[in-house]
Structure formats: C-alpha cells, structure tokens
C-alpha cells in the first residue's frame, strides 16, 4: 500500500502538474516577448526564424504539428503572414487558436499603424500592405504594448497566474522604459540622420529614434529594384546627404553596396527580429544591438 | 559732345547691369529665406508630428488593457476591444489586398475571390501534338493556348465549416469554351480528436501533384505517368475524406476518401472513354450495387525537418476501384512520392532554396474478356501492369527566378495479349520526356515560364517542343502550401 502511493505521488511529481500554456508566436520576436510575460508558465515556440523574410516563410508540416497542440497563437496581422499562417491554421485543426477563439492573439489590430495607405490602393503599386506597415515590433514602445496584450490575454486563459503575469510585466515595461531612455540618448546627436532602407522594414525603429527615411532599395513593396530604378535613385540622392543604408542580414548586398558607394553613404547591416544576429537574443537585446551598432557606425561616419 | 554721349550710355550700362545684379542677388536671398522658412515650418511640423504621435502611443500603451472592460466592444465575445485607435484614429480602409475582391460586411469578409489565367504559346515538332501531350490542361496545339481560366471561392461558411469552389475556363483546340466545376467542397474546421472532414466535389489527395491547380505547377504541363495513370485532368470526383493528424512527435497524417469511381476524371475506373475502347476494351455499362464499387483513396504523409533549413515530405497512396472492362474487374493504381526542400534559413523574399520532387505510382488493371463484336476479336481477361515516375528539380537561384528540370517515364511490364491481337496500344507503350524551364515571377501575381521538351516515344520516336506560359493572378494573396 505504502509503495503504491510513493507510485502515485511519483506520477503527479512527473506529470505536467504545474499548468503551463503552449504559445507558438509567428516570429520570435513575439515568442520572446511571451517568455519574459509568462515566464515558467508558458513554452514558447516560434514559427519564423530570426534571420529569414517574414512574408515568405514556408509552411512547413511540423508547423501544423506544433499549432495543433498550441494554447495560443501569436501572430502580427495586418498582412505579416498572409502568404503561409492561414493554410496552417485551417489544416491544425484546432478550436483555440481559429477565428477569434481566445488563443489567438492578432497584434495588428492594438498598434498604431503607420503607413496606413491614404487613397485607394491596388497592385500596381506593389504589394502594398493596406492595414498599414506590419513591422511595428521594430518600435519599442509597442513592445510594451504588445506585453500588455499578451499578460492580459495569458491571465484569461490562466487566471490563477494573473498575478505572476502583472508582475512580470510591471517589470518589463520599467526595465523598457529605462531601456528607451538610454536608448533616445544614445541616439540623440544623430537625430536627423537621413536613411535608406531596402525594404520599408525599419520605419518604426527610424521614426521612433529622429531618423529621416528618403528612400528604399525595392522600387515598390516587395518589388525588386531595377537598374534604371537606381539609378533615378542616385540621381535623386546625390548630395542629400543620406548617411546610412540599412538592410537586414538576409538581404542581397550587392545593390546596396553599390548604392552606398554612389551616394557617399554607410552600409550598415541591423537585424529586423530577435535572432536575426546570434548576438540579439530577446525584445530589449534588439534594441540594445540595434542601437549600438547604428550609434557606432554613425561615429565613424564624418 | 560726342564723347559724353558714350560715357552717359556706359555709365547707364554698367549702373543697369548693376542693378540687375543687385536684383538678383536679392532674389536669390529671398529664396534662400524662403528655403530656410519652408524648411524650419517642415521640422517644426515634423517634431509636432513625433511628438503628437508618441502622445497618442503613451495613451495606446495606457488604455490597451485597463480601458478594455469599460469600452463598448463591437462583438459581445471580444470583451478586450482590439483597437484602442479606432475611437481616435480614422478607419482603416476597410478592403485589404489579401482579399481586395471581397465581400464585406463591418470588420468581416464572406467571400474571397480570386482568379487566375494560364496561357501557353509554343510549338512542337509532332505532328499529333493532342496525343504527345497527355494532360487536360497540357497545349496540344501550335499557337497559343488558353490553358486555365480558374476562379476561385472560399470562405469561412459558419462555425463548423470552410467552403471552396474552383470552377474553371478553357478553350479547347476547336475554339469551344469548356466550363468544369472542378472542386466545391467543404471542409471542417474544428472537429475534435483531431480530425477533419472534407466533403463534395474536390481532387483527390493521392499523391503531391493531383490534388494541386495547375498554376501551382513547376513546369508547363502535366507529367505523363500522372495524365497516364489518373487522367488528364487528375483523380477527382463527387465524395468525402476523413483525415486524421496522427499525435506522432512528427508530422503525419492518414487520409481515407471515398469517391464515385466512374467518369473521365476516374480515369482508369469507371469511365466510358467517350465510346472508344480502353486497353483494347470497349467499355461496360457498370452500375454501383456495393459500397466496394465507389472508389477509395487511403493516404499516408509524414513529414520531418531535416536541419533549420530542410523538410522532407513524404507520402504513400492508393487508388482501389471497379473499372468498366469486365463485370468484376478492378483497378489498383499505388504511388509513393517525396519532396525535398531545402530554403536557405537567410533567404530574401523565398530565395534562394532548392527542391526535389518525386512521385512513382504502379497500375494494375484488370482486365475483363471480351465476346469479340464486328468491329473487336475476342479477348481474353488478364491483368495489365504499369509503371512511371516523373522526377524533378526546381532551384530558386534569385529572388524571382527559378530554373527547373524535370523527367518522365512510363513504361509497361510487358506486351499484353489484347496488344498482340490488335498491334501497340500507344496509352501503354513506354515513352520518357526530359524538360528543361527557366520561370520568372515579376511578383508573386505574375510568372512567364519557358520550357522546352525532347520528348522519345517508342514507334514514333522523338519530338521537340518549346512552350512560352504567363500568368496573371488577381485577387486572394497567393497563399503558399508546402
């Protein structure tokens, strides 16, 4: 008898007694902001790798594996995964992540978007995201934004964490706040700075920091440049004094390298997601990176 | 007097140019005032703007949460109202272009619609290019081809269902417009115990390539063993499918459908073959009486992540059904297929990646005996076995740019009798196509696609053909599976 309860409270000690939600985030820089909310409550997996294309992500079948046992899912919206959540999230077959079950968490719709087109828009003008950009993880003041959404959505579904929750994010949105006060600092000699960009990836990170964006390497959303195009480019740039172009890592170089010759500006390569760089592991490591490395190449640049 | 003269015109020349002088340089530092305005009015708006806009951010990250419950929600299930700008921001444009042909009603859409068009032009050596080029949507003509007009709708239907009609457009080498309902189905969205149910009319999930439209294609045309063995226009028919998501650690999952085994589109089933015989037989008239005269299509796919930036999709299928040759006669058609993929884990845009892609598939027909008729001897029964594969490579090598290789094969086990009596049946005889295509997406809405084949027949030898495709997308964001 004795034995048999030693058995039995073996059982519990190794079966999953500590409630934990299972989060898959569309890109890791949602997963990371889920682990610093949830802490031990949640297991997060992301679906994006830090160092690829948000938009063209393939819809691997271990994904429909992964969102078929997701408590919640964390997703951008607003045209950030249209091309291969959608079909994932039908074939996973899972009530608490479809429509607007509980589980799913769409980010979109609680920022403040920028870029919303103001006129009629089609395709002729690229793949224009008529929501307005999705990549506005790239402000910090979202992220604390987007912690706000996540702690109180995860105290729904976990009420008896809520309070774990609210602490956790107290925490952050603090640490964020000193975080962005040393960063505005860091940054603020260089405020002004004219920036080019490859795809409108960075707009938030430049309009946040007093950056001045005049121009990107794709001739339209999603476009790729052609060599008249860059060449009207130049044409335009010349002695405008832009100083930075900025691209992802996974971005070709070649077309950017040249531009900055041309142009008489720097080539600086900054990831646009946690783990886009070995170094950037979670929210505040981006912008801990991004900022250092903008504010030390600006150093350098006369 | 004279002298003076010229003095008073030069001193009025040099005074007059001067002051045009003066004037300019004037003008200049007026404009330059101007500049200098405009340009400080410009940062002045632009700090305005930051700092009205950082205002409102702080009020967004104050009022996300706390504010929820005492705001009016739009939807009595969404207690935390997602859009803290909607009281202060102007609507978001209420048509986005993942579905900019769809109809809306409030924040919801009911209907998506896309279209897309697939049209061919090219030329071949053969002189019987409808006989070279196997597949429903293949050109089988020199010119151009209207390959497939494709209208798509889907949406979610309610709670319990999504639901998706493809009807399609194609001109036919005679000119004649030819309208297909080619799926209509729906689909359950959340059943429990992991299980889904797709029901009506859709193309069967035996294989990669027969359940996918042909602008999801790598090549222009359809590979031979697919056109051979399941028809031109795929395995497709009235029925239903249960599925179900294995609770493997991996990716796999077991497919069982249930169809109508007789038409063109259950080609090596139930299907009268227009009145001309089949593998040497005309065919019978055959009614369902059992359960066991429907088709059905057992599948099973795993699928692994080899590393970061490699997947391997796997499947086996059977297609198990009556055919029209003999009064008790079955077909049995097996396939295996593979893809690889393999994307770079930096890519820009999709690009660069690599895949390969592979199906097999083996056909047993029985065939039944023939009487013999004025036109046919008699034939005895027996069984005909069959064989193909088709194998290709396509490799994203820039973003937009995909260069393409593939191979077919399809060969008999051996000369059957009815082949003896009545000579080559050429929808037996082995025959292989090597296809070389270079494809460039403008954007993810458009392709032109070139390809060449060197096709070798047995009897008729060998044939060249180049064709030039291009397509246009309109609707729906393309939506890509894996």
Not at chain 1, 215 to 233: C, D, Q, R, V
Not at chain 2, 283 to 295: C, F, H, I, Q, S
Request: glycine share 8%.
């Amino acid at each position: 008898m004795k034995f048999a309860w030693l058995f039995l409270g073996l059982g519990l000690g190794l079966s999953p007694a500590r409630a934990e939600l299972n989060v898959v985030a569309s890109i890791p820089d949602f997963g990371a902001l889920a682990r610093t909310v949830g802490g031990d409550h949640v297991r997060v997996t992301s679906l994006a790798k830090g160092t690829e294309d948000a938009h063209f992500v393939d819809a691997r079948p271990s994904f429909i594996r992964l969102l078929n046992r997701a408590d919640v899912l964390i997703e951008g919206g607003a045209e950030l995964e249209a091309g291969w959540l959608p079909t994932l999230v039908n074939a996973a077959r899972n009530g608490k992540i479809q429509g607007n079950a509980r589980g799913r968490i769409v980010l979109g719709p609680y920022i403040r978007l920028a870029g919303v087109p103001a006129g009629p828009v089609d395709r002729s003008q690229g793949d224009v995201h008529p929501l307005g950009n999705p990549h506005f993880w790239l402000d910090p003041e979202n992220g604390k934004i987007i912690a706000r959404v996540l702690a109180e959505r995860f105290s729904e579904l976990e009420p008896s964490h809520k309070g774990y929750f609210q602490e956790n994010l107290a925490r952050f949105s603090k640490e964020l706040d000193s975080k962005v006060t040393g960063w505005q600092e860091a940054l603020a000699p260089n405020r002004g700075t004219k920036v080019v960009t490859y795809h409108q990836s960075f707009d938030y990170f430049l309009n946040r920091f007093g950056f001045e964006l005049v121009g990107t390497i794709e001739s339209k959303p999603g476009i790729e440049p052609s060599a008249s195009y860059i060449n009207s480019l130049i044409q335009r740039l010349q002695g405008v004094g832009v100083k930075l172009i900025v691209v992802e890592p996974y971005r070709p170089r070649r077309i950017p390298d040249y531009l900055a010759q041309a142009i008489g500006a720097t080539l600086l390569v900054l990831p646009d997601k946690v783990e886009g760089v070995p170094a950037v592991k979670d929210f505040i490591g981006l912008f801990d990176y991004n900022v250092a490395q903008t504010a030390s190449t600006l150093k350098e640049v006369p | 007097m004279k002298r003076r003269g010229i003095w008073t015109s030069f001193l009025a020349c040099v005074s007059a140019a001067a002051l045009h002088a003066q004037e300019v340089s004037e003008l200049e530092l007026l404009r330059k005032e101007l500049q200098e305005l405009r340009e400080s009015f410009r940062r002045v708006q632009e700090q305005q703007r930051r700092q009205i806009e950082a205002l409102e951010q702080r009020i967004d990250a104050l009022t996300v949460a706390p504010a929820a419950p005492a705001q009016p929600s739009p939807a009595p299930s969404e207690p935390l109202s997602p859009s803290p700008k909607a009281a202060t921001a102007a609507p978001a444009p209420s048509r986005t272009l993942a579905a900019p042909v769809t109809l809306w009603g409030g924040q919801g859409s009911y209907l998506n619609l896309s279209l897309s068009a697939l049209t061919t032009v090219g030329t071949s050596t053969a002189s019987d290019i409808e006989s070279l080029q196997l597949g429903g949507h293949d050109p089988k003509q020199r010119g151009f081809t209207l390959q497939n007009l494709e209208t798509v709708f889907d949406g979610k239907v309610d709670p319990y269902f999504r639901g998706q009609a493809n009807v399609i457009f194609q001109i036919d080498p005679e000119g004649e417009t030819i309208v297909e309902a080619e799926e209509a189905y729906l689909e359950t969205l959340a059943l429990p115990a992991n299980l889904q149910v797709k029901a009506g009319l859709f193309m069967t999930e035996f294989g990669r390539l027969n359940p996918t439209h042909p602008h999801a294609w790598d090549f222009v045309d359809q590979p031979l063993v697919n056109a051979r063995f399941l028809g031109g226009d795929g395995l497709r028919g009235p029925g239903a499918r249960l599925s179900w998501l294995a609770p493997t650690p991996f990716y796999s999952e077991l497919f069982l459908a249930v169809a109508n085994s007789q038409g063109e589109t259950a080609f090596s089933f139930r299907n009268n073959h227009e009145g001309e015989p089949f593998l040497g037989r005309p065919a019978l008239e055959r009614d369902v009486e059992t359960v066991g005269d429907l088709l059905f299509v057992p599948r099973y796919a795993v699928s692994l992540d080899l590393s970061e930036s490699q997947t391997i999709l796997a499947g086996a299928s059977a297609a198990l059904g009556p055919n029209s040759s003999g009064a008790h006669a079955d077909t049995q058609i097996y396939g295996l297929d593979l893809f690889w993929k393999w994307k770079s884990p930096r890519h820009h845009g999709g690009f660069p990646f690599v895949s390969w892609q592979t199906e097999a598939m083996m056909r047993r027909f029985e065939a039944g005996a023939f009487p013999g008729d004025v036109q046919t001897p008699p034939l005895p029964d027996e069984t005909l076995y069959d064989y193909g594969f088709y194998s290709q490579v396509a490799y994203g090598f820039r973003k937009g740019w995909v260069a393409g290789w593939r191979g077919d094969y399809v060969v008999p086990e051996s000369q059957a009798g009815y082949e003896q009596v009545l000579g080559p049946d050429p929808a037996r005889a082995s025959r292989w196509r090597i296809s070389p295509s270079l494809t460039w997406y403008p954007s993810e809405f458009s392709k032109l696609r070139l390809q060449y084949n060197y096709d070798r027949r047995q009897e008729l030898g060998e044939d060249h053909s180049v064709w030039f495709q291009f397509e246009f997308l309109l609707g729906s964001h393309a939506v890509h599976q894996f």
